[in-house]
């Protein structure tokens, strides 16, 4: 039997908790990580998205500055980190930062994201100088800033608890935080691949400190390495689990992994399949999740477009220079116009609308 366009029997009773609204289990989502049945396991994700968002899909005039790509993690999977001293090693001085933020000063950016590696001399003070001389420059963008990895790293130097240090980084200006860093949750995986790493504990921890401040914060899981099925499910289930305490996430992005110029540059990463497989079954097990975003810098822009046939409602924004990525071997382009974001969700049958970081419309284009 063919139920609703879904062809694989092992989803019905997935469907039937689906249609009623229920929460699925970890046991769920390891069925539909199994399946075979792409266009079913989509369909299911479907009903969920529109459901929340009818045929919306969002996205943000928005602008990307990497500050420094010089850390102390070293972590295998990641192209971008240097060691101080290192070839390609760099490091912003805040005048450049605000050189940055100044060329694009007649642009309607709503949203400024900021992100780096944990860097082993900059001061406290310069983080809270960078969000308050943005803020001077540009008062009415959101500075959405620093992984919960660089927040515990920034209260270690400054020897600041984690409440005081988000504290004085949300009196500098800072109003939410990306989610990047969480990786995937798995010991087993971190143990070899990013062992000096804040861990799985302390990346929730600092996230739900956050939401404790009113800091909103989104949520991140890197797959297509060494993760098995079984630990993507116990992420995700992980994350709403702490979603129900706090409710303070907004958006979950998954993460593809891209192995040019890392320690695993002789992983194939995910494909096509497994990205949009990963997409839906993270709208179907984060029910308390508003919004699950494709980046399209790490999927591309077809693949993201795509993306919106399998429960996604957010594919990001203008973006403009992206590094991180991009130093894994990223082709996709450094930033999308408006109207090119408008179309390629108009294309996919969907209504583009305009959001802030907080997901308040900016501006809703039929």
Known sequence: MVLSGIQDPALHPIYDKVAAGARLSREDGGTLFDSPDLLGVGRLAQMVKERLHGRRAYFIYNQHINYSNICVNGCKFCAFGRKAGEPGAYEMSLP?????????????????????????DLPFAYYLDMLRGIKARRPEVHLQAFTAVEVAHLAQKAGLSLPDTLAALKE??????????????????????????????GWIEVAQVAHGLDLNTNATMLYGHLETVAERVD???????AQDETGGFLAFIPLAFHPANTGLSDL???????DLKTLAISRLMLDNFPHIKAFWVMLGPKLSQISLCFGVDDVDGTVMEERITHMAGAQTPQGLTRAQLQALIREAGCEPVERDTLYRVVVSSQ
């Open 172 to 201: 500098a200006g800072l109003g939410s935080l990306p989610g990047g860093g969480a990786e995937v949750f798995s010991p087993r995986v971190r143990q070899s691949l990013c062992p000096e790493k804040l861990s799985p504990e």
């Open 235 to 241: 992420h995700l289930v992980r994350l709403r689990e």
């Open 96 to 120: 450049e930062v605000f050189e940055k933020v100044e060329a694009r000063a007649h642009e309607p950016i709503t949203e400024i994201h900021i992100v780096g590696g944990c860097h082993p």
């Open 268 to 274: 194939a990463g995910p494909s096509a399949i497994d």
